[in-house]
């Protein structure tokens, strides 16, 4: 039985798991994006690890793995599976757990390290100077939700100690499910814009949310504010953000996801004099990568290996799937 796991930029999976000794594990560290490059890389492979969306497996490459037989992605779903054609080849597609707290903790980092100018001090600092700037305490503000699901409801609840008032919006939220959570109800994604001093991106992505964050909706926001996308970089338009801050007219981005990942050298969103002057924070997708999720997710991507072998209920994905947890 061979394996291959993909994506492991840490070079972490062999430590964080128990693989099967009878098995021969390969772990690729970089990402491939030469989709017929990577099909001969993987085409000896009975069984393909993934770590989230790093890389797509979709219906071409598929086809050209004969030999594989079995699929699994760290995290409950997977948009860049095609499952369709895995059903069709008789491929078993399965996931794990996830952890909402590890992305929420996150969001709370990059506001505060945008709000204080750490960063920026940081470097600033280093490089012999003082104090080039005046932070902002989270104190009073009010920070505005776009997605209120699993993880925009945990960034609610560690965003409260620290003084902030929650306004939240999703086209499923309603007003009176908002106000029995005890947070306000945005009626648009507008009046979240107009109303938030902060604004976190929690939404999945879709049809209808791909491009939502615009030239319209950054002018809609108050220019000393802060917008954080920790969920997909297709939901934002880079351009005119960064043309918002440029102008003035925002206070600070936060960009954890990118369109293309890694971030190609060059990219526009590595504005050298935005982020020196601590507007703009750019990290690695960072957002769910922390020591606790990632041995989770190794540890159940082997119980799924192991059960898959076995017969034994597993965490599936795909078409008319039921979502049985593993051990």
């Known amino acids: 039985m061979r394996i291959a796991v993909l ?3 840490a070079d972490v999976a062999r430590d964080y798991a128990d ?3 009878e098995a021969e594990v390969t772990v690729f560290t970089k990402t491939v994006t030469d989709r017929a490059r990577l099909a001969r890389m993987l085409e000896p492979f009975d069984i393909i690890c993934l770590m989230r969306e790093r890389t797509p497996v979709d219906a071409a490459l598929i086809e050209a793995l004969p030999r594989l037989r079995l699929i699994v992605t760290t995290g409950a779903r ?3 599976i095609d499952t369709t054609a895995a059903a069709r ?3 078993t597609v399965c ?3 996830s952890r909402g707290n590890t992305t929420a903790e996150f969001v709370i980092a990059l506001i505060l390290a945008l709000s204080r100018r750490i960063p920026a001090e940081a470097n600033s600092a280093a490089a012999g100077l003082w104090q080039q700037g ?5 104190h009073g503000l009010t920070l505005g939700i776009a997605g209120y699901g699993r993880i925009g409801r945990k960034l609610a609840s560690l965003a409260r100690p620290f003084g902030v008032e929650i306004l939240a919006w999703s086209r499923s939220l309603t007003a009176d499910a908002a106000r029995a959570e005890g947070v306000r109800h945005a009626e648009s994604l507008e009046a979240l814009l107009e109303g938030s001093d902060i604004v976190s991106v929690n939404l999945v992505l879709s049809d209808a949310t791909r491009g939502l964050f615009g030239a319209r909706e950054f002018a809609l926001m108050r220019p000393d504010a802060l917008f954080v996308n920790t969920s997909r970089g ?8 960064l043309a918002a801050l440029r102008d003035g007219r925002l206070g600070g981005a936060a960009l954890d996801v990118h369109d293309i990942e890694p971030l190609p050298q060059g990219a526009e969103v590595l504005d050298a004099a935005l982020i020196a002057s601590g507007r703009l924070l750019v990290t690695p997708h960072l957002g769910y990568v922390s020591e606790q999720t990632f ?5 159940q991507t082997v119980e799924a290996i192991e059960a898959w072998r076995a017969g034994a209920p597993i965490r599936l994905i795909g078409p008319g799937a039921q979502a049985t947890p593993t051990t």
């Open 134 to 138: 005046i932070g902002r305490d989270l």
């Open 234 to 241: 297709s939901i934002v338009q880079v351009p005119p953000l």
């Open 295 to 299: 041995r989770m997710f190794y540890r």
């Open 7 to 9: 994506d492991d930029y």
């Open 19 to 21: 693989w099967p000794e």
């Open 89 to 91: 080849r008789g491929i």
């Open 78 to 80: 997977n948009l860049s």
């Open 95 to 97: 996931g794990t757990q």
